[in-house]
T-cell receptor, first 114, second 114 residues
Framework: AQSVTQLGSHVSVSEGALVLLRCNYSSSVPPYLFWYVQYPNQGLQLLLKYTSAATLVKGINGFEAEFKKSETSFHLTKPSAHMSDAAEYFCAVSDRGGGFKTIFGAGTRLFVKA | KAGVTQTPRYLIKTRGQQVTLSCSPISGHRSVSWYQQTPGQGLQFLFEYFSETQRNKGNFPGRFSGRQFSNSRSEMNVSTLELGDSALYLC?????????????FGPGTRLLVL
């Protein structure tokens, strides 16, 4: 069965510092992996996705993530945090075949200090 | 192109009542998925509809049901509401319902059950 674990329910960084949000997955077959961002009182917005092309995936707003099969990880990074990055971030996994049944992680709330 | 719209945005109901939530996908999108988001359980997959057929279903009781119309608009219904059904209900659409596609989320309907 698929599962997603996000390490750290809250992460705090200073403006300009590196952002690292951790995600590990479990899947019986090579999965599709996603990172979404949710701002207060809004729906989710896709940041980036891995669909078995390049293992280093670049997304919007300067975020990127690297798929590491040996570590079953898909950590999200951004070199320099901005105040506008403060939000909740969700890692998600979807198996291949049969349509959507996306499994989301518990989420990591990112705080950015001035 | 208009995004995913959900109505109503906010709703208050009492235990035992039933509720119907509506989702209009992006024009041309054929897949609609529903998710429940709560502080305790996080984001949980409810069901997915594609071309008016329920293709996938999450682990929710039969009180939760849905349907999709020929224009791809979708409704979900919750009967005999319980306090624990208080949540943000998110709808997402995708063009062809393929797992690697981007899902576009609506702003959600916030349901409060008293």
């Amino acid at each position: 069965a698929q599962s997603v674990t996000q390490l750290g329910s809250h992460v705090s960084v200073s403006e300009g510092a590196l952002v690292l949000l951790r995600c590990n997955y479990s899947s019986s077959v090579p999965p599709y992996l996603f990172w979404y961002v949710q701002y207060p009182n809004q729906g989710l917005q896709l940041l980036l996705k891995y669909t078995s092309a390049a293992t280093l995936v670049k997304g919007i707003n300067g975020f990127e993530a690297e798929f590491k099969k040996s570590e079953t990880s898909f950590h999200l990074t951004k070199p320099s945090a901005h105040m506008s990055d403060a939000a909740e971030y969700f890692c998600a996994v979807s198996d291949r075949g049969g349509g959507f049944k996306t499994i989301f992680g518990a989420g990591t709330r990112l705080f950015v200090k001035a | 192109k208009a995004g995913v719209t959900q109505t109503p945005r906010y709703l208050i109901k009492t235990r035992g009542q039933q509720v119907t939530l509506s989702c209009s996908p992006i024009s041309g999108h054929r897949s609609v998925s529903w998710y429940q988001q709560t502080p305790g359980q996080g984001l949980q997959f409810l069901f997915e509809y594609f071309s008016e057929t329920q293709r996938n279903k999450g682990n929710f009781p039969g009180r939760f049901s849905g349907r999709q119309f020929s224009n791809s608009r979708s409704e979900m219904n919750v009967s005999t509401l319980e306090l624990g059904d208080s949540a943000l209900y998110l709808c997402a659409s995708s063009l062809l319902g393929q797992e690697q596609e981007t899902q576009y989320f609506g702003p959600g309907t916030r349901l409060l059950v008293l």
